[in-house]
């Protein structure tokens, strides 16, 4: 760990997790059979009552927070703690936009639950992973990061008809339109990514200074049915959209039809944006925005 200083409470908690199998089998056993989404008794985050009547922790009072067994919170606003333990379950609050920020998030034996399969979360929510080289680290696990050693972990965004697809014809530079296999469900603002036709994908980077013929662009409109859609900024590169017909000889093709079918070679279309999105922070402090340098998770 380096000269990392340990967080306030880390004896504590570290005693916690020291729970034998036979204990953590009894846990899963018992509890996972009931789900916490549906307790009308979760203890909401931001109510000074679920914690004796103090001030709710964040990231000026609180390293470490632990949910015991047995215990089930509902994450309702906005929060930093630096270490989660969670042994009892964690809950995110379907109705509001939530960003939780974190260096290690521990699911020991309980649940991390956003959303349903069944009741999706449709808001916005963000999970940001501090840390670097000097951080302190979690026996086993480091840091900057979501762990579990037994337990479960859900996350369910908006759903998406169509993630990725393929182009129908061939995107040239200086187009803005691009004409897709099939309908998608994207609206404008989305971000889609476009895959490389002419070159081979490498030394590509995040700030997109390179010339990596991978192109990300926003949806400026959506024509639905006619599977076309405009993008916000024309394209730089081509990107291409073709199938091949073998020409072999009828009375083979009758006998072997799969053989004879055409190679579709087309540049994938895929949807970058989600409801709830995972990032990494750069700075060397842990603190500093997502992507700021250029070169994060």
Known sequence: CGSARRPNGWKET???????????????????????????????????????????????????????????????????????????NLVWDQGKNLHMEAEAIVVNGGQFLIGSEADPYLMQGRITMHGHWHSFKLPLFGTKGIFQTRGNIEMHGAPVKVTWTELEQTAYPGDFNITLREEVDWKPGDLIIIAASDAVVKNCRLDRRDYCQ?????????????????????????????EYDHNLPAAYCAENAKRCEKTQVRAEVGLLTRNIIMKGSNFMDGSGPPGAEGDGT
């Open 214 to 242: 991978v192109e990300e662009r926003y949806v400026q409109k959506n024509y639905g049915k006619a599977r076309v859609i405009t993008l916000a900024r024309p394209l730089v590169y081509r990107h291409v959209a073709e």
């Open 14 to 88: 570290e005693s916690m997790l020291q729970e034998s199998t036979a204990e953590q089998q009894r846990i899963q056993q018992g509890r996972l059979l009931v789900d916490p989404r549906k307790d009308p008794n979760l203890l909401p985050w931001s109510s000074n009552s679920s914690w004796g009547g103090e001030t709710p922790p964040n990231f000026a009072t609180t390293d470490i927070v632990y949910i015991p067994e047995g215990k089930s919170a509902l994450l309702d606003m906005n929060v930093y703690i630096r270490f989660w333990v969670i042994e009892g």
